[in-house]
């Protein structure tokens, strides 16, 4: 790694978007996922300078704090609850289509504008105050984010969630410090599957998009890091299939861990083969 990548992964706050082992790939799109028996061999990371993460799903499992509020918001406007499978299916895609999702019961229909406008300010009312009552980082987050930047890597998070609440989240569990950069879904003026998230952080790392690899659990994080031309690497904990995205072309990962404590020793591996060839 790059010795200015290496200041980047330390790099102090700056505004408000800069915070302070049983790998398979899939062969796609014919195979299913198989477990592999060479774990660190799977993942192909001698060219990775740097690893962005999907925050929902794939950092943190914030699913039952995201179908409280849905559910509060409903309740508010005179309506059922939903099921959390339910409400875990509308999630990935940002706050606002959430919200159209769960008051309309329905992955592709819009609210009433009038009605979305009320229970939208009622959900970011309620999930800000409520955002991590019961949310928590998946097992391995933590030490797999660190033991990266042992090794020298910037982290950092690309999300659909809007900026505030990701950071909001990210600070209440004690996760913000971990990453040099966090992008939310109304960061930018593209959010995932768009390629514009990545390639922000490509010129921010001064990183070549082939240089990154995008770490999620859904078919954006997929389709982003393909659209950008990145390193797509799956989760199979989070809250979309990953065997069913990987039967798509489109959607089919470079490679799927169980455990993002699982990148170490592939990073660790690539680092002393690029050593090596030095």
């Not at 980047?8 to 195979?31: D, K, Q, T, W």
């Not at 962005?52 to 918001?73: E, H, P, Q």
Request: hydrophobic share 45%; glycine share 6%; net charge negative.
């Amino acid at each position: 790694v790059a010795s200015s990548l290496l200041c980047l992964a330390v790099m102090p706050v700056l505004g408000e978007r800069f915070a302070p082992l049983g790998i398979s790939p899939y062969n796609c799109p014919l195979n299913f996922y198989r477990p592999h028996t060479d774990m660190n061999n799977a993942l192909q990371l001698n060219h990775i300078q740097a690893f962005a993460f999907d925050l929902d799903g794939t950092l943190v499992d914030s699913i039952k704090d995201l179908a409280l509020a849905a559910n509060a918001m409903r309740e508010a406007l005179g309506m059922d609850d939903l099921p959390i499978d339910t409400l875990k299916s509308f999630v990935g895609d940002g706050m606002g289509r959430l919200v159209h999702r769960a008051l309309t019961n329905d992955h592709e229909a819009l609210a009433d504008e009038a009605l979305w406008q009320q229970g939208f300010a009622y959900f970011a009312q309620y999930y800000h105050e409520h955002i991590a009552d019961y949310s928590s980082p998946y097992a391995g987050v933590v030490d797999g984010v660190q033991l990266l930047k042992s090794l020298g890597y910037p982290v950092v998070v690309v999300t659909n969630k809007s900026e505030r609440f990701a950071i909001k989240l990210l600070a209440d569990l004690g996760l913000l410090d971990e990453f040099s950069l966090v992008i939310g879904g109304d960061t930018l003026p593209e959010k995932k599957p768009s390629a514009l998230p990545l390639q922000d952080v490509c010129e921010v790392l001064h990183i070549e998009p082939k240089q990154l690899a995008m770490v999620g659990d859904s078919h954006n994080d997929i389709l982003t890091a393909k659209a950008a031309g990145a390193y797509a690497i799956g989760v199979d904990y989070g809250y979309e299939n990953m065997d069913d995205l990987a039967q798509d072309p489109a959607t089919c990962p470079d490679a799927v861990i169980h455990s993002l404590a699982e990148l170490y020793p592939a990073a660790q591996n690539a680092q002393m083969a690029q050593a090596r060839e030095s």
